[in-house]
């Protein structure tokens, strides 16, 4: 489970705090979103992410968009265990026109 809040926004840009097992007492992973871009990334993983280098095959077994990871070269992209669900959860909420204030994922 991991929690995520609307931490700040001004005319250019939203910034999201992200807590694995909604452990405030770490590190919490940032996630921005560039209003004139409309790019949406994971800027700092959380202390607790970990990250693994998944191939489109195993990305297309976990039924996942492969738009949403962070790609590190043709045959490889970047999955953040805590940190690509909740940018996932945050897209599609800015997709149905609005920021959420705060969320989880389970």
């Given at each position: ?8 926004q001004?005319?250019?840009?939203v910034?999201?705090?992200y ?11 940032v ?14 993983y ?7 280098r ?5 990305i ?6 492969i738009?949403d990871?962070?790609?590190t070269?043709?045959?490889?992209k970047?999955y ?9 959860e945050?897209?599609k ?5 609005s920021f ?7």
């Amino acid at each position: 489970m991991v929690t995520f809040v609307l931490h700040s926004q001004d005319d250019n840009k939203v910034e999201f705090f992200y807590y694995p097992e909604n452990d405030r007492h770490k590190g919490a992973g940032v996630i921005l979103y560039n209003k004139n871009s409309k790019k949406l990334d994971i800027n700092r993983y959380a202390d607790i992410d970990w990250l693994e280098r998944l191939t489109n095959e195993e990305i297309a077994e976990k039924h996942c968009d492969i738009t949403d990871f962070i790609e590190t070269s043709h045959k490889a992209k970047i999955y953040a265990f805590y940190g690509t669900p909740v940018l996932m959860e945050i897209h599609k909420q800015i997709e149905l026109g609005s920021f959420p204030a705060e969320g989880k994922v389970v």
